[in-house]
T-cell receptor, first 113, second 113 residues
Framework: KAGVTQTPRYLIKTRGQQVTLSCSPI?????VSWYQQTPGQGLQFLFE???????NKGNFPGRFSGRQFSNSRSEMNVSTLELGDSALYLC????????????FGSGTRLTVV | GENVEQHPSTLSVQEGDSAVIKCTYS??????FPWYKQELGKGPQLIID?????GEKKDQRIAVTLNKTAKHFSLHITETQPEDSAVYFC????????????FGKGTHLIIQP
């Protein structure tokens, strides 16, 4: 059974650019959640999608957005990148949209220069 | 919102000894408490979880205890092995997926040979 797949694994972008990250959940999982991981702030909730609908969003600026497709794959977008956006971005999938038994991907390491 | 405190930030133990990591939470509505292990270059992996209607749960060398009155929960690893070296995160949630998990800042567990 394939796990959660995140692409790309590594990205280097310049301040002011935008970036799109992709997450393919475990087959059959309908919920995808995104987290930002930094050494200073730890793991912070970005947003959660269930059946193509964003159900909630964490305390992040509007530059952070996402979407989910009918096949449950999800993308997140960060516009006008800032140096502080450098982080490991993780997505987690779950079967029915609860926090029970999240499965995380390996993440996308974004570096903003 | 929920706040999760985790201690210690670093824990060094001799191989074969036990390790204990402690977390406290603030929101009495939280009813789901998972523990994740993160190895270098990988996403967090769920190792054990507990719900608020249970006081203790064991899985081989790993156990979690929950004290709802005091709002704290702990991870116990017995007979530690080199492969237990990793960063461990506790988290709390009200069980619904929409608000995600609130994570502690992590404990770097080092197993000394």
């Amino acid at each position: 059974k394939a796990g959660v797949t995140q692409t790309p694994r590594y990205l280097i972008k310049t301040r002011g650019q935008q970036v799109t990250l992709s997450c393919s959940p475990i087959s059959g999982h309908r919920s995808v959640s995104w987290y930002q991981q930094t050494p200073g702030q730890g793991l912070q909730f970005l947003f959660e999608y269930f059946s193509e609908t964003q159900r909630n969003k964490g305390n992040f600026p509007g530059r952070f957005s996402g979407r989910q497709f009918s096949n449950s794959r999800s993308e997140m977008n960060v516009s006008t990148l800032e140096l502080g956006d450098s982080a490991l971005y993780l997505c987690a999938s779950s079967l029915v949209g609860t926090a029970y038994g999240y499965t995380f991907g390996s993440g996308t390491r974004l570096t903003v220069v | 919102g929920e706040n999760v405190e985790q201690h210690p930030s670093t824990l060094s133990v001799q191989e074969g000894d036990s390790a204990v990591i402690k977390c406290t939470y603030s929101d009495s509505a939280s009813n789901y408490f998972p523990w994740y292990k993160q190895e270098l270059g990988k996403g967090p992996q769920l190792i054990i979880d507990i719900r608020s209607n249970v006081g203790e749960k064991k899985d081989q060398r790993i156990a979690v205890t929950l004290n709802k009155t005091a709002k704290h929960f702990s991870l116990h690893i017995t007979e530690t092995q080199p492969e237990d070296s990793a960063v461990y995160f506790c988290a709390a949630s009200d069980g619904g997926g929409a608000d995600g998990l609130t994570f502690g800042k992590g404990t770097h567990l080092i197993i000394q040979p």
